[in-house]
């Protein structure tokens, strides 16, 4: 058997249809190996990396400087366990990560495994800091509708996103789904007084069709649950490290949360790895008697290996000056898409912040934007549709050639498929 045939038989996809990706004439793209943001299949056909590897990879696949940091710690030992013990390379990324919020309260580091369980963590320290701390009528949250925090039952439970969430309602958390600020403001004070948290993704949703919040929200948002005594959590777990133009997405509009989940492209895309940045005050509400500890970890907590790619595609940034390029090349994207979006008359609306942009298509009609992607590959672009909107969320270190490549890819499968 080949390696498709025993991906039909044995495995199981996420988010995805069984039944439509085991059938005979779907034929999947299975990838042997990476370079930059170049992608190569078994069949040796070539890709650029359209969304990241589904939005974790930031300075490209087989990075020489994080190959390099990888097999210095391998050959050092590839796990060790973070509960009872320490390690010098989680030391210095906690050092590392607080240091981006200098002059702030968000000073500790809660190591995970991926954006789900950073959410989770956020959530049940946001929970467990009400209870011990006089507030135990605090125990419920807010979201916003079209939002995406992860998977796990508690993430799942903050999601706004009817279609994959709705039936697992009834069995989460009390959450108060809100559509914006106006109705943040409607809630009475008493109905505030039992809100523990809100959380949001900052400047942009990413699973919500590339949802671009107004400017300035993010900072009224911080303004108003401050003066309700409301922690804010951030996910930056898709805006985190440079998508959007700047290291974290807050920064931008100089909000400092509460809680602020980091994930995917923590490790730089290379391996599962999770951080959930707290503050002080709420570190210190855990203190005092042993049965006030967070009692809460996974067994790969702060890996070693994850680490060193992490501290690695740190670096990374400042020896390629990075977030300097994503500024001018997101700027080359929004000019290359507004061209786009005039001259091909099948979009209805492109989406953009930073390195992340949203491509709509006009057409309601389902299933177009998969076919679009599966035209798409054909010109060397591999991405996704979140339903008719196409995601481009490449890798920050992607040329001007190459997103001319991915944006023509772009223009031509649109026109294969609805011309
Ligand atoms: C992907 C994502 C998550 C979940 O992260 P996983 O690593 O897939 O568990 C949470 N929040 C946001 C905003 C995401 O984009």
Redesign the pocket.
């Known amino acids: 058997m080949d390696h498709v045939e025993i991906d039909k038989q044995h495995c199981w996809h996420p988010f995805t249809q069984q039944e439509i990706w085991t059938s005979p004439q779907h034929q999947p793209v299975m990838i042997d190996s990476g370079k930059g943001v170049w992608l190569k299949d078994t069949e040796g056909n070539k890709y650029i990396d359209g969304n990241s590897s ?2 974790t990879n930031i300075h490209g696949h087989n990075h020489p400087a994080i190959n390099q940091a990888i097999k210095v710690q391998l050959d050092k030992i590839s796990h060790s366990s973070y509960l009872g013990f320490g390690h010098p390379l989680a030391s210095e990324l906690a050092l590392r990560l607080v240091s981006f919020f200098p002059e702030t309260d968000l000073k500790r580091v809660f190591f995970s495994d ?6 989770e963590c956020a959530m049940k320290m946001a929970l467990q800091f009400r209870i011990q701390n006089g507030e135990p009528e605090k125990t419920e949250f807010i979201a916003f509708i079209g939002g ?5 039952l508690g ?1 799942a439970s903050l999601g706004g996103v009817e279609a994959f969430f709705a039936r697992f309602r009834r069995f989460g958390l009390i959450v108060h789904f809100i559509r914006d600020l106006d109705e943040l403001r409607d809630f009475t004070e008493s109905d505030l007084g039992k809100i523990a948290a809100v959380i949001i ?1 900052p400047l942009v949703q ?2 919500n069709q590339i949802h671009v919040w107004p400017q300035g929200m993010l900072e009224e948002l911080r303004v108003f649950t401050q003066e309700k005594s409301i922690h804010l959590i951030l ?5 985190g490290f440079g998508r959007t133009g700047s290291m974290f997405a807050c920064q931008q509009e100089g909000v400092t949360p509460d809680f602020l ?1 980091l ?2 492209g923590l490790t730089g895309g290379y391996l ?1 790895m ?1 951080a959930t940045l707290v503050t002080e005050t709420i570190y210190k509400g855990f203190l005092g008697d042993p049965q006030r500890a967070f009692y809460y970890g996974h067994s790969y907590t702060a890996n070693p290996l994850g680490c060193a790619a992490a501290l690695a595609s740190l670096d990374v940034f400042k020896e390629e000056n990075t977030l300097i390029g994503v500024k001018e090349k997101a700027a080359y994207l929004a000019y290359k898409l507004s061209y786009l979006a005039n001259e091909n008359t099948h979009i209805k609306e492109i989406r953009r912040c930073g390195l992340v942009a949203g491509v709509e298509m006009l057409t309601d009609q389902k299933g177009v934007g998969i076919e679009i992607c599966e035209a798409a590959r054909k010109y060397q672009l591999l991405t996704r549709t979140i339903l008719n909107t196409i995601v481009l969320m490449p890798p920050l270190s992607i040329t001007r050639d190459e997103i001319d490549i991915m944006v023509a890819a772009l223009d031509q499968s649109i026109a294969d498929v609805l011309d």
């Not at 991926?114 to 959410?119: C, I, L």
């Open positions: 589904i939005w991926d954006g789900s369980t950073a959410v995406y925090h992860g998977d796990t993430a993704e990413g699973v996910d930056e777990v898709m805006t989940c994930a995917k599962p999770a």
